[in-house]
């Protein structure tokens, strides 16, 4: 063979090798799965109807959501009933008028929105609650087991004021609505703590209903009748602003240890820095609204009817102490409230 003629003919076997190589490489590298998961995404609808649109957990869930159904080619549609339970209540009527494919919700008490989320599933859209677990089990619960928190939170008491401690072991709860799922479970929790280690001395347990200034007057109460007390729990960190500022004017912040939990808003850590929180868990709302789009996620991917898949994604906590405070630890709501207009 001539030499030319067999230098031209190895450079084409090089050449059809590397191109057969390329060509096999471009077919590997497209991901299969990717296409399927989009799709059963693309073009749905997503309701969000917390009990407001106005406050930290509910911006940071919203402002997740949406921007993950927008990045995803989803429709995204809210309510703000404002604290309303009667508005709440007819928003999830509307909603399930109009079929979305998944509505995200916060119950404002175990019962109220029963029956609408069985007949939210029933029409066959899928319903994930969001912190405040109802009465009735819908495709997904998003928050924190609150039993296990309020147990931790009485454990952290039982520790500052209980047996062996130089204290009058005398504590208070403010509840938030009492049939509220943070406030009921929670309470379930811290009451099963207190059976087991009965040094501590329950004064007060009184519900303020979400509401900062009813906390301030019932803890103001509580320590002109108690000026000893040692402990303070409120079961949100939204009304525990109230709790706070009557521990303040009282002349006893730092001399009541004071515990309360929440989503990490800016607020949280800023009590923290000046001392008006003792210690604070944290279920971190951000990455609550990650969960929530997770198991809309899902739920769509595998095209089970609703109501079928029931699952609690329980979100982790962490306790947070003045110490561990720094810039970035806690979120900015108004980033979220911007992302929901």
């Not at 471009?26 to 969000?48: C, S, V």
């Not at 809210?78 to 009667?86: F, G, I, L, R």
């Not at 079961?235 to 303040?248: E, F, H, K, R, S």
Request: hydrophobic share 40%; charged share 20%.
């Amino acid at each position: 063979m001539h030499p030319t003629f067999r230098k031209l003919m190895a450079t084409a076997v090089i050449g059809m090798t590397l191109g057969a190589g390329s060509a096999w490489a471009q077919k590997e590298m497209n991901d299969p799965f990717r296409e399927p998961a989009l799709a059963a995404l693309r073009g749905k609808t997503i309701a969000y109807l917390p009990i407001s649109l106005g406050f930290d957990l509910a911006q940071a869930w919203g402002g997740v959501i949406k921007q993950e159904a927008d990045r995803y080619g989803m429709k995204f549609i809210s309510q703000d009933p404002n604290w309303s339970t009667d508005a709440m209540a007819q928003g999830m009527t509307s909603l399930i008028a109009q079929k979305p494919d998944v509505i995200v919700t916060q119950n404002p008490d175990l019962q109220s929105l029963a029956r609408l989320l069985k007949q939210a599933n029933a029409a066959g859209i899928h319903v994930i609650q969001m912190n405040m677990q109802g009465a009735v089990q819908t495709d997904a619960f998003v928050g924190p087991d609150f039993i296990a928190l309020g147990q931790q939170v009485a454990h952290m008491m039982v520790k500052a004021c209980g047996k062996g401690t130089n204290t009058s072991h005398k504590i208070s709860i403010v509840q938030g609505v009492v049939t509220g799922g943070v406030s009921y479970y929670q309470v379930q929790g811290i009451k099963k703590v207190l059976a087991e280690n009965p040094d501590l001395k329950l004064v007060s347990s009184q519900a303020a209903d979400w509401d900062a200034t009813k906390a301030r007057a019932i803890t103001e109460t509580v320590l002109q009748q108690n000026p000893d007390l040692c402990g303070v729990i409120d079961v949100w960190d939204g009304q525990a602003a109230g709790t706070g500022a009557a521990i303040v004017q009282a002349g006893k912040k730092g001399k009541v240890y004071f515990v309360t939990s929440g989503g990490g808003a800016q607020s949280t850590c800023d009590r923290l820095n000046d001392g008006i929180f003792s210690a604070v868990i944290n279920y971190d709302a951000v990455g609550m609204g990650r969960d929530a789009f997770t198991a809309i996620s899902a739920l769509l991917q595998t095209k089970a009817k609703a109501g079928t898949l029931k699952f609690q994604l329980y979100s982790p906590t962490r306790v947070l102490t003045k110490s561990e405070v720094k810039d970035g630890t806690c979120f900015d709501p108004t980033v979220y409230a911007k992302l929901l207009r």
